[in-house]
């Protein structure tokens, strides 16, 4: 497992199979030379730290991205009132985004015997969405219900989406379906949900996504799927708490030639 820890890294994906999941060594000509296509951030468990959050929105936009993408768990039990304060620190910063929930996002609703995504999707509107720009699909997919997994439609989406053509096709969730080393994974809570997290694994490997992208573990790492086909990045938590990296977000950029990386950056 290759586990990148510290200041902002950059990490590159190159299309062609001898060098898959290596990092690139790219001298300044072919910086020059190369122009980004598409850049966005990935934000996510920020739990109630909005502070956090904010300053890692302007640092993004900073960064020159397109658009932000959140992963999850933007509070600690889901409130409507937290989860309304989450929202204003994004839509204060006037960056576009796109959200999905995490299972903390839920906890509120769960309670109060409503469905479980109720409060979030009375804020932030539905958990699943596709994304398409410049030839790329993203499916931002909504696998925050611990005890339920993905729903009926949200598996309609992926699966149709992954059967359209496209220059790339990224996946990104809350919880991962599979991780080499954590236990804490999609699944870990119930074993209907486990296997269904074995199916999406498998769906992901058969499909040949590009990449998969994660929350929920407050670590930033980068390693392969069972059979090694796809590249998987679990993106570091915006909150300070429980948090053994520090507050930090990633920024996925997409070259021309449809060559990626990924940053990993450290909150400041």
């Known amino acids: 497992m290759l586990v990148l820890i510290g200041l902002s890294v950059g990490i590159g994906y190159s299309l062609a199979k001898d060098s898959f999941w290596q990092k690139k060594n790219v001298n300044q000509d072919e910086v020059v030379?190369?122009?980004?296509?598409?850049?966005?951030?990935?934000?996510?468990d920020s739990e109630g730290e909005n502070e956090l959050l904010e300053k890692a929105l302007a640092q993004a936009e900073g960064a020159g991205i397109n658009f932000v993408i959140g992963?999850?768990?933007w509070t600690n039990v889901g409130t409507m009132e937290t989860l309304t304060s989450a929202k204003k620190v994004f839509d204060n910063s006037k960056l576009e985004y796109f959200m999905t929930a995490g299972d903390h996002d839920l906890w509120d609703s769960r309670n109060e015997g409503k469905?479980?995504?109720?409060?979030?999707?009375?804020?932030?509107?539905d958990a699943?969405?596709?994304i398409e720009r410049n030839g790329i699909q993203i499916v931002l997919l909504d696998n925050s219900d611990i005890y339920k997994g993905i729903d009926s439609g949200s598996w309609s989406l992926v699966t149709g989406s992954l059967s359209k053509p496209a220059k790339l096709h990224f996946v990104m969730v809350h919880k991962?379906?599979?991780?080499?080393?954590?236990?804490?994974?999609?699944?870990?809570?119930?074993?209907?949900?486990a296997d269904q997290a074995n199916q999406f694994m498998q769906l992901l490997e058969e499909r040949k996504v590009d990449g998969f992208f994660s929350g929920?573990?407050?670590f930033f790492a980068q390693f392969k799927s069972p059979s090694e086909a796809v590249k998987i990045t679990t993106?570091?938590?915006v909150a300070s708490e429980k948090n053994f990296q520090g507050p930090r977000f990633a920024i996925v950029t997409?070259?021309?030639?449809?060559?990626w990386e990924v940053e990993d950056v450290e909150i400041r």
């Open 33 to 44: 030379a190369k122009k980004p296509l598409l850049r966005f951030a990935l934000v996510s």
């Open 71 to 73: 992963l999850g768990d």
């Open 115 to 125: 469905a479980p995504p109720f409060n979030f999707n009375q804020v932030f509107g």
């Open 128 to 130: 699943s969405r596709l």
């Open 176 to 193: 991962t379906p599979f991780h080499p080393e954590s236990r804490h994974v999609m699944g870990s809570e119930n074993a209907q949900v």
């Open 216 to 218: 929920d573990l407050h």
């Open 235 to 237: 993106v570091g938590a």
């Open 254 to 259: 997409v070259w021309e030639d449809y060559s």
